[in-house]
């Protein structure tokens, strides 16, 4: 049989016979493998293929995977359990993040410095932390106005520790309709615990635990079924986060914000100027640019987020785009090109939304 034959039968979603995975191992790695045995193991292949294309973020093609699962079964038997944890990461849609994500955020961010003294030290020099008595926190909220980088910490996080992202929304969990709800969150939540090395991440998460006080029924039970899990997940040996992000802290339920169920509350407000320059030049480095005044630029924009310096950076270049592709001659982005765009921009933050998550951080952060 022909490799490229063997290709077009492994995409295909019909089963392989003992025959074609024992035929397709041979071609792969050059030794002969009972038929049996060879359709028994081509489902965790598959599934190691899928996991090394994952972590190296590429695809590594048949050939690699299988000669991978077959040369190094004990190591990925290390760094796995069995075939279906394999399976439920890629269930539960876990992604690789890569570390560069956490280069991205400014050092100056207050959030930043509270991550890596809280969260990042204690997990990656676990012995000095033991030593003295550090527990890593298991569970986070963050905390803040709209678009201002609660997910892309959350990413940075996973990035920089190296460990499975895992990112569930209230409109998955709602998919089966409102009553459904508390019964995926559990269902869900149960899965999670069972993963390692993993950072979950609930984002919206005032549409399920909101406050009980005028809550309907079901968003009660919802809410406490919430309350009944966070203790299941911080008990678990698993190395594993569990982050939730709102924008609307005082919706939240009293109970989740006390002391015990989430081991921080972190705000991530607005940027400083240096956080604005930083994830201005990220965007820059990635376009055609010609002379712009960064630091001129950043002091005109106090107001920006994160996301609408990204929105931002998504008008400019199409714009440069369009006038290259019309004018036929090298087109640079300038500092006036910035400047001509800015009057269309709307910034997420006022000075009202300020003041708001200045009360919350005095009210509600903890860390």
Not at 92 to 116: C, F, L, Y
Not at 161 to 189: C, H, T
Request: glycine letters at 6%; one cysteine or more; a negative charge.
């Amino acid at each position: 049989m022909e490799m490229n034959t063997n290709i077009r039968s492994v995409e295909s979603k019909d089963v392989p016979s003992p025959e074609t995975c024992a035929s397709l191992i041979y071609d792969s790695i050059g030794r002969k493998i009972e038929p049996e045995i060879a359709k028994e193991i081509w489902g965790s292949i598959l599934q190691h293929k899928w996991f090394l294309s994952e972590k190296l973020g590429r695809d590594v093609g048949i050939r690699v995977a299988c000669l991978d699962f077959i040369e190094n079964s004990e190591a990925l038997d290390n760094r796995v359990e069995d075939s279906a944890n394999v399976f439920l990461l890629k269930e539960m849609g876990a992604k690789t993040v890569d570390r560069s994500v956490w280069d991205t955020i400014s050092e100056s961010q207050p959030p930043k410095q509270i991550v890596n003294k809280r969260i990042i030290l204690p997990l990656t020099a676990p012995d000095l932390a033991r030593k003295h008595g550090v527990t890593p926190p298991r569970t986070i909220i963050f905390f803040g106005p709209p678009g201002t980088g609660k997910t892309h910490f959350v990413k940075a996080i996973a990035g920089i520790l190296q460990w499975w992202y895992v990112e569930i929304s209230p409109s998955v969990l709602m998919a089966e309709g409102a009553d459904r709800v508390g019964a995926n969150l559990k269902r869900f939540m149960e899965k999670a615990m069972t993963l390692d090395e993993t950072v979950i991440f609930i984002d919206e998460f005032e549409e399920i635990a909101g406050s009980r006080e005028q809550a309907s029924r079901v968003d009660k039970s919802i809410t406490n079924e919430f309350l009944k899990q966070v203790p299941l997940l911080k008990r678990q040996a698993k190395k594993s986060l569990l982050v939730c992000a709102t924008n609307y802290i005082r919706e939240l339920d009293a109970a989740l914000l006390r002391p015990g169920r989430f081991d921080c509350i972190i705000p991530v407000g607005g940027l400083d100027d240096e956080g604005r320059k930083t994830i201005f030049e990220h965007y820059l480095r990635k376009t055609n640019q010609g002379e712009v005044d960064v630091d001129k630029i950043v002091s005109m924009i106090p107001f920006f987020t994160p996301a609408d310096i990204e929105y931002w950076f998504q008008k400019v270049t199409q714009h440069s785009f369009e006038q290259e592709y019309i004018v036929g001659k090298d087109y640079r982005i300038s500092t006036e090109t910035f400047l001509e765009m800015l009057p269309a921009m709307r910034p997420t933050l006022t000075e009202d939304m300020i003041e708001e998550f200045r009360q919350d951080c005095d009210e509600y952060t903890r860390y």
